[in-house]
């Protein structure tokens, strides 16, 4: 069965260091992988998405992932976190061969202090 | 690009009446349309898929007769919970992918919408 495990339920950084989320999955397909935040009571944005190719992917508000097919991960990192980046971080797997419907993680909750 | 909304964002209602979410793709034309609910600080959970002109597609454990999925057009797919009980309080969350996007895998998600049964 397919499943994504965030191992980290919350996180707590200063403002300014630096930020890895893990994410590790099991998947019995080539995964399609993705990140999104979400903020309290709203929606999911996308913040990257890995389908093919490089396997180090950029997204937006400075976030970036490596895909590692021999560890079955895609941590997002970011470099020097800044207290707008607190939210709760989705990871979430699909691929073609399964409809490409999203198999989440449980969520890490980043909270950031000044 | 590639918005997508929902309405309404909130809705209370009574147990035993029927609530209609709408969710729309304000942008691009829906290749597929996704319906999920998440518990309170728990992760999305997949209901049903559905396509424009085609039924949906539920999730195994997931009431057909009570979660029923119209997508009507490519931009619009809406989410009727019929005999609400409170149980079935949650936030519902859709999400479109994009037909004119030369990979359609990706989902983009809308705002959500709390709905609570009283």
């Known amino acids: 069965a397919q499943s994504v495990t965030q191992p980290d339920i919350h996180i707590t950084v200063s403002e300014g260091a630096s930020l890895e989320l893990r994410c590790n999955y099991s998947?019995?397909?080539?995964?399609?992988l993705f990140w999104y935040v979400q903020s309290p009571g709203q929606g999911l944005q996308l913040l990257l998405k890995?389908?093919?190719?490089?396997?180090l992917v950029q997204g937006i508000k400075g976030f970036e992932a490596e895909f590692k097919r021999s560890q079955s991960s895609f941590n997002l990192r970011k470099p020097s976190v800044h207290w707008s980046d607190a939210a709760e971080y989705f990871c979430?797997?699909?691929?073609?061969?399964?409809?490409?419907?999203?198999?989440f993680g449980a969520g890490t909750i980043l909270r950031v202090k000044s | 690009g590639a918005v997508v909304s929902q309405h309404p964002s909130r809705v209370i209602c009574k147990s035993g009446t029927s609530v209609k979410i709408e969710c729309r793709s304000l942008?691009?034309?829906?290749?597929?349309m996704f319906w999920y609910r998440q518990f309170p600080k728990q992760s999305l959970m997949l209901m049903a898929t559905?396509?424009?002109?085609?039924?949906?597609?539920?999730e195994q454990g997931v009431e057909k007769d009570k979660f029923l999925i119209n997508h009507a057009s490519l931009t619009l797919s809406t989410l009727t919970v019929t005999s609400a009980h409170p149980e079935d309080s949650s936030f519902y969350i859709c999400?479109?992918?994009?037909?004119?996007?030369?990979?359609?895998?990706?989902?983009?998600f809308g705002p959500g919408t709390r709905l609570t049964v009283l």
């Open positions: 999400s479109a992918t994009n037909r004119g996007e030369s990979s359609t895998d990706t989902q983009y």
């Open positions: 998947y019995g397909a080539t995964p399609y």
């Open positions: 890995y389908f093919s190719g490089d396997t």
């Open positions: 979430a797997v699909g691929a073609k061969e399964y409809g490409n419907k999203l198999v």
């Open positions: 942008d691009f034309q829906a290749t597929t």
């Open positions: 559905s396509n424009e002109g085609s039924k949906a597609t539920y």
